[in-house]
Protein backbone atom coordinates (compact mmCIF):
# COMPACT_ATOMS: atom_id res chain seq x y z
CA UNK A 1 0.00 0.00 0.00
CA UNK A 2 0.92 3.44 -0.57
CA UNK A 3 1.77 6.11 2.20
CA UNK A 4 3.87 9.00 2.10
CA UNK A 5 4.36 11.29 -0.84
CA UNK A 6 6.31 14.70 -1.80
CA UNK A 7 5.61 16.26 -5.21
CA UNK A 8 6.11 19.05 -6.99
CA UNK A 9 2.96 21.00 -8.36
CA UNK A 10 3.92 22.02 -11.52
CA UNK A 11 1.09 23.15 -13.43
CA UNK A 12 -0.37 25.94 -10.99
CA UNK A 13 0.32 29.54 -10.45
CA UNK A 14 1.49 30.46 -7.22
CA UNK A 15 -0.96 33.13 -6.96
CA UNK A 16 -4.02 30.36 -7.82
CA UNK A 17 -2.97 28.14 -5.35
CA UNK A 18 -2.69 30.84 -2.95
CA UNK A 19 -5.88 31.89 -4.06
CA UNK A 20 -7.62 28.15 -3.80
CA UNK A 21 -10.93 28.84 -1.08
CA UNK A 22 -9.98 25.18 0.36
CA UNK A 23 -6.83 26.03 1.68
CA UNK A 24 -5.78 28.22 4.66
CA UNK A 25 -2.45 29.28 4.00
CA UNK A 26 -0.10 30.30 7.10
CA UNK A 27 3.15 31.74 7.66
CA UNK A 28 5.78 30.71 10.72
CA UNK A 29 6.35 33.66 12.63
CA UNK A 30 8.63 34.33 15.96
CA UNK A 31 6.13 35.47 19.14
CA UNK A 32 8.62 37.19 20.48
CA UNK A 33 10.14 39.42 17.54
CA UNK A 34 7.75 38.88 14.92
CA UNK A 35 10.15 37.61 12.51
CA UNK A 36 8.73 35.49 9.55
CA UNK A 37 10.44 31.95 9.78
CA UNK A 38 12.97 32.21 12.45
CA UNK A 39 14.34 28.91 11.14
CA UNK A 40 16.34 31.56 9.24
CA UNK A 41 18.65 32.57 11.25
CA UNK A 42 20.56 29.49 11.13
CA UNK A 43 20.24 29.65 6.91
CA UNK A 44 22.10 33.18 7.50
CA UNK A 45 25.53 30.85 9.21
CA UNK A 46 25.42 29.05 5.74
CA UNK A 47 25.48 29.74 2.18
CA UNK A 48 21.83 29.11 1.89
CA UNK A 49 19.38 31.58 1.17
CA UNK A 50 16.72 32.31 3.27
CA UNK A 51 13.49 30.54 2.85
CA UNK A 52 10.00 31.88 2.96
CA UNK A 53 7.47 29.23 3.29
CA UNK A 54 3.84 29.67 3.47
CA UNK A 55 1.94 26.48 4.44
CA UNK A 56 -2.12 24.93 4.45
CA UNK A 57 -3.37 21.93 5.61
CA UNK A 58 -5.31 19.52 3.13
CA UNK A 59 -6.48 16.91 5.27
CA UNK A 60 -3.39 16.09 6.98
CA UNK A 61 -1.26 16.51 3.77
CA UNK A 62 0.29 19.61 3.16
CA UNK A 63 0.61 22.21 0.40
CA UNK A 64 3.25 24.45 0.81
CA UNK A 65 4.89 27.97 -1.52
CA UNK A 66 8.34 28.41 -0.57
CA UNK A 67 9.44 32.31 -1.24
CA UNK A 68 6.71 32.43 -3.51
CA UNK A 69 8.08 30.41 -6.43
CA UNK A 70 7.84 26.74 -5.75
CA UNK A 71 4.81 24.65 -4.56
CA UNK A 72 4.92 21.25 -3.10
CA UNK A 73 2.75 18.84 -1.87
CA UNK A 74 3.28 15.76 1.30
CA UNK A 75 1.97 13.81 3.37
CA UNK A 76 0.09 10.32 3.92
CA UNK A 77 -2.30 9.92 0.91
CA UNK A 78 -3.50 6.91 3.07
CA UNK A 79 -4.20 9.08 6.35
CA UNK A 80 -5.57 11.44 3.95
CA UNK A 81 -8.19 9.09 3.13
CA UNK A 82 -8.82 7.10 6.04
CA UNK A 83 -7.76 9.22 8.42
CA UNK A 84 -4.91 6.58 9.43
CA UNK A 85 -2.46 4.65 7.98
CA UNK A 86 -2.97 1.06 9.42
CA UNK A 87 -5.91 -0.44 7.76
CA UNK A 88 -6.14 -1.50 4.06
CA UNK A 89 -5.92 0.99 1.31
CA UNK A 90 -6.72 -0.65 -1.56
CA UNK A 91 -6.04 0.12 -5.06
CA UNK A 92 -9.23 1.85 -5.85
CA UNK A 93 -8.88 3.93 -2.79
CA UNK A 94 -5.86 5.25 -4.13
CA UNK A 95 -7.08 5.95 -7.22
CA UNK A 96 -9.46 7.37 -5.73
CA UNK A 97 -7.52 10.26 -3.32
CA UNK A 98 -5.19 10.98 -6.29
CA UNK A 99 -8.53 11.86 -8.25
CA UNK A 100 -10.24 13.53 -4.80
CA UNK A 101 -6.16 15.76 -4.42
CA UNK A 102 -5.72 16.69 -8.05
CA UNK A 103 -9.86 17.66 -8.08
CA UNK A 104 -9.58 19.78 -4.94
CA UNK A 105 -5.76 21.30 -5.81
CA UNK A 106 -6.93 21.80 -9.83
CA UNK A 107 -3.67 19.52 -11.01
CA UNK A 108 -3.08 16.86 -12.93
CA UNK A 109 -1.48 14.06 -11.62
CA UNK A 110 0.46 13.63 -14.62
CA UNK A 111 2.11 16.59 -14.79
CA UNK A 112 3.25 16.45 -10.79
CA UNK A 113 6.81 15.09 -10.13
CA UNK A 114 7.03 12.49 -7.39
CA UNK A 115 10.42 13.20 -4.95
CA UNK A 116 9.91 10.88 -2.35
CA UNK A 117 7.23 7.73 -2.23
CA UNK A 118 6.59 5.19 0.86
CA UNK A 119 4.76 1.92 -0.16
CA UNK A 120 4.84 -0.77 2.47
CA UNK A 121 2.87 -3.82 3.86
CA UNK A 122 1.16 -4.49 7.25
CA UNK A 123 1.86 -7.98 8.65
CA UNK A 124 0.20 -9.18 11.78
CA UNK A 125 2.15 -11.54 13.64
CA UNK A 126 1.20 -14.08 16.56
CA UNK A 127 3.92 -12.88 18.80
CA UNK A 128 4.95 -9.24 20.11
CA UNK A 129 6.61 -7.68 16.75
CA UNK A 130 9.77 -6.39 19.17
CA UNK A 131 10.73 -10.30 19.66
CA UNK A 132 11.31 -10.14 15.72
CA UNK A 133 12.60 -6.85 15.49
CA UNK A 134 14.89 -7.41 18.43
CA UNK A 135 15.95 -10.66 16.23
CA UNK A 136 16.75 -9.05 12.87
CA UNK A 137 20.67 -8.64 12.60
CA UNK A 138 21.22 -7.25 9.18
CA UNK A 139 20.43 -6.42 5.80
CA UNK A 140 22.88 -6.23 2.90
CA UNK A 141 25.58 -6.26 5.58
CA UNK A 142 24.63 -3.07 7.50
CA UNK A 143 23.46 -3.03 10.85
CA UNK A 144 20.22 -2.04 12.32
CA UNK A 145 19.57 2.21 13.45
CA UNK A 146 17.55 1.02 16.38
CA UNK A 147 14.65 3.64 18.32
CA UNK A 148 11.76 4.42 19.48
CA UNK A 149 8.91 5.15 16.62
CA UNK A 150 7.51 8.70 17.58
CA UNK A 151 8.13 7.32 21.26
CA UNK A 152 5.43 4.24 20.99
CA UNK A 153 7.02 0.89 20.01
CA UNK A 154 10.66 -0.07 18.17
CA UNK A 155 11.60 1.04 14.66
CA UNK A 156 14.81 -0.40 13.47
CA UNK A 157 15.61 1.17 10.05
CA UNK A 158 18.15 0.72 7.04
CA UNK A 159 20.03 4.03 5.17
CA UNK A 160 21.14 3.88 1.79
CA UNK A 161 21.85 6.76 -0.54
CA UNK A 162 18.19 6.65 -2.43
CA UNK A 163 16.22 3.98 -0.40
CA UNK A 164 15.15 2.89 3.24
CA UNK A 165 14.22 0.11 4.45
CA UNK A 166 11.94 0.48 8.27
CA UNK A 167 10.46 -2.25 10.02
CA UNK A 168 8.20 -1.01 13.14
CA UNK A 169 5.99 -2.13 15.45
CA UNK A 170 2.65 -0.52 13.47
CA UNK A 171 0.45 -1.60 16.61
CA UNK A 172 2.16 0.07 19.15
CA UNK A 173 2.40 3.29 17.26
CA UNK A 174 -1.00 3.12 16.87
CA UNK A 175 -1.95 1.92 20.08
CA UNK A 176 -4.11 -1.20 18.73
CA UNK A 177 -4.13 -4.68 20.68
CA UNK A 178 -3.28 -6.56 17.25
CA UNK A 179 0.92 -7.55 17.08
CA UNK A 180 1.39 -5.71 13.58
CA UNK A 181 4.50 -5.69 11.96
CA UNK A 182 4.76 -2.51 9.40
CA UNK A 183 7.75 -3.24 6.44
CA UNK A 184 7.97 -0.15 4.78
CA UNK A 185 10.45 1.00 1.81
CA UNK A 186 11.35 5.03 1.47
CA UNK A 187 12.39 5.99 -1.72
CA UNK A 188 14.31 9.18 -0.98
CA UNK A 189 15.55 9.60 -5.14
CA UNK A 190 13.28 7.91 -7.72
CA UNK A 191 16.03 6.77 -9.58
CA UNK A 192 16.02 3.67 -7.79
CA UNK A 193 12.96 2.38 -8.52
CA UNK A 194 13.85 3.36 -12.29
CA UNK A 195 17.11 1.00 -11.89
CA UNK A 196 14.30 -1.46 -10.78
CA UNK A 197 12.69 -1.48 -14.04
CA UNK A 198 9.79 0.71 -12.42
CA UNK A 199 9.34 3.77 -14.70
CA UNK A 200 7.70 5.93 -11.36
CA UNK A 201 8.28 9.57 -12.25
CA UNK A 202 5.01 11.26 -11.83
CA UNK A 203 2.01 10.93 -9.35
CA UNK A 204 -0.04 9.16 -12.05
CA UNK A 205 2.17 6.54 -12.77
CA UNK A 206 1.41 5.10 -9.04
CA UNK A 207 -1.95 4.11 -10.57
CA UNK A 208 -0.48 1.81 -13.37
CA UNK A 209 -1.33 -1.42 -12.14
CA UNK A 210 1.27 -3.14 -13.74
CA UNK A 211 3.77 -1.67 -11.55
CA UNK A 212 2.07 -3.13 -8.13
CA UNK A 213 3.32 -6.97 -8.64
CA UNK A 214 7.45 -5.16 -8.71
CA UNK A 215 6.87 -3.64 -5.60
CA UNK A 216 5.72 -6.11 -4.06
CA UNK A 217 8.48 -8.27 -5.14
CA UNK A 218 10.94 -5.50 -4.14
CA UNK A 219 9.04 -5.30 -0.50
CA UNK A 220 9.38 -9.78 -0.62
CA UNK A 221 12.74 -9.31 -1.57
CA UNK A 222 14.09 -6.84 1.67
CA UNK A 223 12.21 -9.24 3.93
CA UNK A 224 14.07 -12.13 2.23
CA UNK A 225 17.08 -10.43 2.66
CA UNK A 226 16.85 -9.22 6.53
CA UNK A 227 19.11 -12.07 8.37
CA UNK A 228 17.55 -12.76 11.58
CA UNK A 229 19.02 -14.55 14.53
CA UNK A 230 16.84 -17.41 16.56
CA UNK A 231 17.70 -17.50 19.69
CA UNK A 232 16.48 -20.49 20.80
CA UNK A 233 18.47 -23.07 18.75
CA UNK A 234 19.97 -26.03 20.40
CA UNK A 235 24.04 -25.61 20.06
CA UNK A 236 24.21 -29.53 21.73
CA UNK A 237 23.19 -31.03 18.40
CA UNK A 238 25.88 -29.09 16.14
CA UNK A 239 28.95 -30.30 15.04
CA UNK A 240 31.95 -28.35 16.37
CA UNK A 241 32.08 -26.24 13.14
CA UNK A 242 28.37 -25.98 12.92
CA UNK A 243 28.75 -24.43 16.11
CA UNK A 244 31.78 -21.89 15.33
CA UNK A 245 29.96 -20.95 11.76
CA UNK A 246 26.48 -20.11 13.73
CA UNK A 247 28.54 -18.18 16.84
CA UNK A 248 30.38 -16.20 13.80
CA UNK A 249 26.95 -15.29 12.34
CA UNK A 250 25.15 -14.20 15.57
CA UNK A 251 27.68 -11.14 15.17
CA UNK A 252 26.80 -8.22 13.17
CA UNK A 253 30.27 -7.20 12.84
CA UNK A 254 30.58 -10.63 10.80
CA UNK A 255 27.87 -9.87 7.90
CA UNK A 256 29.78 -6.31 7.65
CA UNK A 257 32.83 -7.24 7.05
CA UNK A 258 31.78 -10.32 4.62
CA UNK A 259 29.43 -7.96 2.75
CA UNK A 260 32.63 -5.72 2.14
CA UNK A 261 35.06 -8.74 1.27
CA UNK A 262 33.37 -11.45 0.07
CA UNK A 263 29.99 -10.99 -1.42
CA UNK A 264 29.89 -14.74 -2.66
CA UNK A 265 30.06 -15.92 0.72
CA UNK A 266 27.88 -13.30 2.45
CA UNK A 267 24.87 -15.20 -0.05
CA UNK A 268 26.07 -18.30 1.05
CA UNK A 269 26.10 -17.95 4.83
Same mark, same amino acid.
Given at each position: MF?Y ?5 ? +????? =?I????? &? ?11 E ?6 E??K? *??P? @???? @??DLAG ?10 I *????? $? ?6 N??? +??T?L?VK ?8 T &?E??SG??P &?????F ?10 V?F? #?? %?L?? /?GE?? !? ?5 ? @????I /??T?S ?7 D ?6 ? @?N #????V !??KV?R ?9 PVK %??? +? ?8 K????? %? *?A? #?????? =???? #?A? %???R? !?K? $?? /? =??N *????W?DL? !???P?M????
Amino acid at each position: MFDYIHTDIK +DKLVS =EILANPT &LDFTLQVSSTTGEINPMNRERRKT *NFPS @KVQQ @KADLAGMTVSVTNGRYI *NLQGS $IHEYFHGNNYG +DFTFLEVKKAIENICTT &LEIDSGLTP &LHNLEFGVNIELPFPVVVFL #NS %VLTY /KGERP !ERNSYLG @KGLMI /KFTFSHYELKLYDKGKQRQL @KN #NILRV !EIKVRRMQYLQAKGLPVK %VLR +DVLSVCIHPKLEGLL %V *NAI #NSLVII =ENKV #NAD %VMTRN !EKR $IF /K =ECN *NPLYWFDLW !ERKPTMYRKR
